[in-house]
């Protein structure tokens, strides 16, 4: 298994990027093949992408730097020429998050949909805002890109489906921001192929709960492929000795996804005992994040963060992250400071004013913090 208690990442509750390579990556890394990967003649690499290709039931799979990179380049392979435009939801990292890379590398524009169910978009959502038709005066919807999991929701399989039918209907392709669709996989128990049976394009990230230190993967059709490693190498992305970071990523694939639903495990057992002192969420835990709803929680965020310190536990905001290489003692000090930050925020006078204001993830300018 992982070697989780010596990593630096034991008490690092501030995301699942901050995960460590194991013993295990390191090793791989240093027994990898050294092919030239522009040249396609590494072995290591090969070998990962088609591993990726088969449990996702594409045809084709591509190593990217990033999941950045990934989301990029998927997009971009659905679109010509515009005016065109990408319907997602306004917390999606692909819109909110990769430096405007949508306006730049793709000359599109976004239609950010706030969904009316407060967590995850649905078709009604896709139906009320999507673009359709050719009127001059609009920019169609040509992608719609879906999060999955967002925020750590897991949106259910049937509404992807339906939205992925809709959107087929209508000459549309679907992304999915798949960057955590190894905790959805993990936390329903639906395989990665059922998931992506209803996108055209799937970027993955290796580098956050699945813990190797770089990457991401972009699975599509071969002829999607062919174009996203020109596109790839346009960004600057071909790899040279991609092996030494393939060799990692394939030691997570086979060693830390098996720990996801563990991971998922504790963080469910999180909820329940926070819940049992009045500390709630601010949006359903189906997987490894706990987004503390400050308000009615009753807790200061100030405090909490102070407390943080004092327990040597690494929290920046609402978000609570697990992942393969939190310590339970970690998870215990982390209880304890919630608990000591409850206790003192009663003890607050009642013209206190917070130090720090609590946002919800709810709030657009709040998204910039979360990757
Ligand atoms: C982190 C993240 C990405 C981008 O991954 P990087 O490897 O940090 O570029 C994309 N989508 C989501 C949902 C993410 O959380």
């Given at each position: ?255 830390v996804w098996p720990t996801m639903a563990e991971t998922h495990r504790k963080t469910k057992q999180l909820e329940r005992d926070l819940a049992a002192i009045g500390v709630v969420p601010q949006i359903p835990v189906d997987t490894n994040f706990f987004f503390i709803d400050a308000a009615r929680s009753k807790l200061d965020m100030g405090v909490l963060l102070e407390q943080c310190q004092k327990f040597h536990v690494r929290l920046m905001d609402e978000r609570i992250s697990l992942h393969h290489q939190v310590s339970d003692a970690a998870i215990e ?39």
């Amino acid at each position: 298994m992982t070697s989780t208690t010596t990593s630096a990442a034991a008490n690092e509750f501030r995301s699942d990027t901050f995960t460590t390579p194991t013993p295990a990556m390191l090793e791989a890394m240093a027994n990898a093949t050294f092919g030239d990967d522009v040249y396609q003649e590494d072995r290591t690499t090969s070998q990962f992408q088609q591993e990726v290709a088969r449990l996702t039931g594409m045809e084709d799979a591509l190593f990217v730097l990033s999941g950045t990179m990934g989301n990029q380049i998927g997009v971009r392979l659905h679109l010509s020429q515009p005016p065109h435009s990408v319907l997602c939801d306004y917390r999606a990292h692909v819109y909110a998050e990769e430096g405007s890379g949508l306006a730049i590398l793709s000359q599109a524009m976004v239609t950010p949909v706030h969904p009316a169910n407060g967590i995850y978009m649905t078709l009604d959502d896709v139906k009320n805002w999507v673009t359709l038709g050719d009127d001059i005066h609009v920019a169609p919807t040509r992608v719609i890109s879906l999060e999955v999991t967002i925020g750590g929701v897991v949106t259910p399989i049937d509404e992807i489906q339906k939205i992925s039918e809709f959107a087929h209907a209508h000459g549309i392709k679907v992304h999915c921001d798949g960057a955590r669709l190894w905790n959805a996989s993990a936390a329903t128990g639906h395989s990665l192929a059922e998931y992506c049976q209803h996108f055209d394009s799937v970027s993955m990230c290796v580098s956050k709960g699945l813990g190797a230190p770089i990457g991401g993967v972009l699975a599509s059709t071969k002829q999607n492929i062919k174009q996203a490693r020109w596109l790839r190498k346009q960004q600057g992305g071909g790899i040279r000795q991609a092996g030494v970071l393939t060799a990692a990523a394939m030691v997570a694939l086979k060693e830390v996804w098996p720990t996801m639903a563990e991971t998922h495990r504790k963080t469910k057992q999180l909820e329940r005992d926070l819940a049992a002192i009045g500390v709630v969420p601010q949006i359903p835990v189906d997987t490894n994040f706990f987004f503390i709803d400050a308000a009615r929680s009753k807790l200061d965020m100030g405090v909490l963060l102070e407390q943080c310190q004092k327990f040597h536990v690494r929290l920046m905001d609402e978000r609570i992250s697990l992942h393969h290489q939190v310590s339970d003692a970690a998870i215990e000090h982390l209880k304890s400071a919630i608990s000591e930050a409850v206790r003192i925020t009663k003890t607050l006078p009642p013209d206190y004013l917070p130090k720090r204001q609590p946002s919800g993830y709810g709030s657009t300018s709040k998204m910039n913090e979360y990757s």
